[in-house]
């Protein structure tokens, strides 16, 4: 369920939250709000699971706790987060969110990484009737199952698609050549980028998929430097945005337009390849921390807590998210 209007969004997630039937416990005057869910902290999801979003949980928690608990309909809980790794695995995801709201009955749940992860919950907060906001999934087929209780957060692919076609359009570019995950992310990104360059004057000169937890690129990259393409189009996870990124250089693949997705926006892309590696360099993102004092503040508090900056995309839409959860509750 997508919403443009981040007012209709509160007001959603307010009445899927409120018609929940909270444990009794949790009304009790000392009893914590159990909120549970699954994150990667080992496998290829690790990268952008650690960045995106157990950093943000983790922050809303202790800043929710050092105010006095989460307010819940006028009581202050405080919050117990109930969580474990899923390995990068979509099997251990659904097992664990299955367990999580069928038998521990926790109050309340926060997402898993990714849009493999959470296209196999979104059924379950539906089921068991537990309000899932999204901040790392992109997927049109998730928009089109209409979840009463699953909330996208993110730019989703056909928009993102849009705006990037447009942009070489723009730019002059005639020529694209494309790879991506073999996975949801990279699979539903794909084909709307197809879908985006009709019309628009470019071709694609190479299109390639890879599988998760590739460790070289290079062939296909050589490939795609002798048909000599304008612009490099990459749905990839972060250490795939890296590994293309490293590879490029060093076999001087280098057109106009480099675009590589999930990774560009962390902190840890500009420290990896140098600043002036990362010049240049293009990717999915949507924010910063001059946006807005809100913005600003909430970046500083995540460096001061989690002792690294958040990224500059689904970070972002990760404490919307939970900044939505808060007042939901309320």
């Known amino acids: 369920m997508v919403h443009p209007n981040r007012r209709l969004v509160i007001k959603g997630a307010a009445a899927a939250v409120g018609a929940m039937s909270f444990a009794p416990q949790l009304m009790a005057q000392s009893a914590p709000v159990r909120i549970g869910y699954s994150m990667s902290r080992t496998g290829p999801w690790t990268g952008g699971a650690q960045v995106s979003q157990e950093p943000n949980y983790l922050l809303w928690a202790e800043q929710q706790n050092a105010a006095g608990g989460l307010d819940v309909k006028g009581v202050k809980r405080r919050i117990e987060l109930i969580s474990s790794d899923d390995r990068s695995d979509t099997e251990t995801v659904v097992r664990t969110y299955e367990k999580l709201m069928g038998s521990d009955k926790v109050d309340l749940v926060l997402p898993p990484w990714g849009s493999n992860a959470n296209f196999a919950v979104a ?47 723009a730019n002059g570019v005639k020529t694209v050549a494309l790879i991506y995950v073999d996975d949801l992310f990279g699979l539903e990104n794909y084909a709307a980028f197809k879908v985006a360059l009709q019309g628009s004057g470019i ?128």
């Open 123 to 169: 059924p379950l907060a539906n089921r068991f009737q537990y309000p899932f906001l999204a901040p790392t999934a992109l997927s049109r087929r998730l928009v089109e199952m209409k979840l009463p209780y699953f909330f996208l957060l993110l730019q989703q692919p056909g928009a993102m698609t849009n705006a990037l076609v447009d942009m070489l359009k």
């Open 203 to 330: 071709t694609m000169v190479e299109d390639k998929s890879y599988p998760g937890g590739v460790k070289d690129l290079s062939p296909v990259l050589r490939s795609m430097k002798d048909k000599n393409p304008d612009a490099f189009v990459g749905f990839t996870y972060p250490p795939d945005t890296i590994l293309a990124s490293r590879q490029s250089k060093e076999i001087g693949f280098n057109p106009k337009f480099f675009y590589a997705s999930v990774g560009t926006a962390f902190p840890l892309y500009k420290n990896v390849m140098t600043p002036a590696g990362a010049e240049g360099v293009l990717g999915m993102g949507s924010w910063n921390s001059k946006t807005s004092p809100g913005a600003k503040a909430y970046f500083d508090a995540h460096v001061a807590s989690q002792k690294k900056e958040p990224d500059r995309w689904a970070s972002g839409a990760c404490w919307a998210g939970l900044e939505i959860l808060t007042s939901a509750v309320k």
